[in-house]
Nanobody, 120 residues
Framework: QVQLVESGGGLVQAGGSLRLSCAAS????????MGWYRQAPGKQRELVAC???????TYTDSVKGRFTISRDNAKNTVYLQMNSLKPEDTAVYYC??????????????WGQGTLVTVSS
């Protein structure tokens, strides 16, 4: 019903920047919330940032002031601009979306994940 396609991961040196993108497609009536989670080796998946359809934004404390989440509602796309990257930001980043479909279903979907590696 709803699919997410991520792009933008890669290898960067500490202090560098990367931009992640995630586009949603399918039988979407409304994207209620989109966001990014990450999972580092040996750790639990954690919320990085999310943004609601009304524009309300949440960041985890460790990325505040460095990462910026934004969305293009017309394109059902969310972006994560990551600046001043640190080695501890290394993880697989997953896009997440909560959507209402045209069949009035309420669904939560995940992207396939994109690897971000920050070298010291």
């Amino acid at each position: 019903q709803v699919q997410l396609v991520e792009s933008g991961g890669g290898l960067v040196q500490a202090g560098g920047s990367l931009r992640l993108s995630c586009a949603a497609s399918g039988s979407i009536f409304r994207i209620n919330r989109m966001g990014w989670y990450r999972q580092a080796p040996g750790k639990q998946r954690e919320l990085v940032a999310c943004i609601t359809s009304e524009g309300s934004i949440t960041y985890t404390d460790s990325v505040k002031g460095r990462f910026t989440i934004s969305r293009d509602n017309a394109k059902n796309t969310v972006y994560l601009q990551m600046n001043s990257l640190k080695p501890e930001d290394t993880a697989v980043y997953y896009c997440n979306a909560v959507a209402t479909t045209y069949l009035s279903s309420y669904v939560e979907v995940w992207g396939q994940g994109t690897l971000v590696t920050v070298s010291s």
